[in-house]
Every structure is written in C-alpha cells, then in structure tokens.
C-alpha cells in the first residue's frame, strides 16, 4: 500500500531554517505530483508548496521566497527547505501525492519568539 512518512521537524528559533523529507513507497514516485500542507492549532489545513513530477513549483504567498520544495525521484523522496522561519510557520506538516488521498503521518515544526 502507499506510505508517506514525513521527518525533520522540530523546535527552532525566530529566522532559523529546517528540511523536511517525505520518504514514499508503494507507489511511482516520480510519475507524481507531491504537496505540502501545514495544519497549526485551531486551524484549517492549508496548502504550502506542490512540485509536479517535472520538477516545477508551486507556492503558497505566504512561504514564497523562503521555502523551497524539491524532490529525488532516485529516493522517493520530497523535500521542504525552510528558511527564515517565523512563528506563524508553526503548525504540523503533512506530504500528500497531489490529488490523491494520500497523506503522511505529519511533523510537527514549532517556531520560537
């Protein structure tokens, strides 16, 4: 069966930078889109980036510029390069194939004032 399993998040200060990766299996990674999605407290799901399997990107306004998604097909692995990151980054983020129903477990990033 498909699995995503997100890893990388933590406990940073204000301006800090993290990776996330997503590692999938069970299915053809590199024929896939893939998204990120963050989830912070109280809040809905919210999209934030999403590669095409060609390799080109997609922002949400309000990480563009500071993040950058990417991905190793070799690996079956997505990526999430944040930088500068501020306390309104705080949420869980989940990889997802795109328009699909398959989501990862989520890692938790939490950004410190």
């Known amino acids: 069966q498909v699995r995503l399993v997100e890893s990388g998040g933590g406990l940073v200060q204000t301006g800090g930078s993290l990776r996330l990766s997503c590692v999938a299996s069970?299915?053809?990674?590199?024929?896939?889109?893939v998204d990120w999605y963050r989830q912070a407290p109280g809040k809905q799901r919210e999209f934030v980036a999403h590669?095409?399997?060609?390799?080109?990107?997609v922002y949400a306004h309000s990480v563009k510029g500071r993040f950058t998604i990417s991905r190793d097909n070799a690996k079956n692995t997505a990526y999430l390069q944040m930088n500068s990151l501020k306390p309104e980054d705080t949420a869980v983020y989940y990889c997802k194939i795109a328009w699909s129903s398959y989501w990862g477990q989520g890692t938790q990033v939490t950004v410190s004032s």
């Open positions: 069970g299915i053809i990674f590199s024929d896939n889109a």
């Open positions: 590669m095409t399997s060609g390799g080109d990107p």
